[in-house]
Structures are given as C-alpha cells and as structure tokens.
C-alpha cells in the first residue's frame, strides 16, 4: 500500500519561507511522477508543481520564481521550497504521487499572516 506524508507546513510571516516533505512508502519511488497540490478554503484543489520520473518540473504561475519542488530518490522524499511566501499562499498542501494508480497524502497546512 503507497503511503505519502506530508510535513513542514505551519505559520509564517508574509515574505517568509517554508519547506514542505512528503515521504513515500509502499512504491518504487523513482518511478513516479510526484505533484504538490493545495486547496484554499472555499476554492478547488490546483496543482502547484510537478516533477517527473526524469526531474522535469512545472509550477503554476502564481508560484513561479517562489516555489522550488525537487526530489531526493535515495529518500524517497519530495520537497517544495516555498520562498517570499504571500497570505494567499495560505492553504492545505497536498503531495500527490502518479505512477499506474495514483495517491494522496493527508495534506499539511500553511498559514501566511500579512
């Protein structure tokens, strides 16, 4: 059964920074594709950045130049650098894994006071 686990999130000052994690089980890692997600209060779920089996990444604009995703396979961890962090940053963040079925984690939260 793949597991993901998502942690860093919490409460920070508008122009901070936060590192979110998300740990994998249960899969051969390398072979996913892995997705941050978020969900604002009262709005839908919308991916934030994407980074393939061969370390191709995508961001939505609102993110670009901010955020960083990367992975560690020897980890099986991904992470998203969230720099100059703004108070509609603020959200549930989601890891999601896609390989022949795809997974979610239970999310992490990130609050950005302005």
């Known amino acids: 059964q793949v597991q993901l686990v998502e942690s860093g999130g919490g409460l920070v000052q508008t122009g901070g920074s936060l590192r979110l994690s998300c740990a994998a089980s249960?899969?051969?890692?390398?072979?996913?594709?892995m997705s941050w997600y978020r969900q604002a209060p009262g709005k839908r779920r919308e991916l934030v950045a994407s980074?393939?089996?061969?370390?191709?990444?995508n961001y939505a604009d609102s993110v670009k130049g901010r955020f960083t995703i990367s992975r560690d396979n020897a980890k099986n961890t991904v992470y998203l650098q969230m720099n100059s962090l703004k108070p509609e940053d603020t959200a549930v963040y989601y890891c999601?894994?896609?390989?022949?079925?795809?997974?979610w984690g239970q999310g992490t939260q990130v609050t950005v006071s302005s």
């Open positions: 999601k894994s896609s390989w022949y079925e795809t997974y």
């Open positions: 249960g899969t051969i890692f390398s072979r996913n594709a």
């Open positions: 980074i393939t089996s061969g370390g191709t990444t």
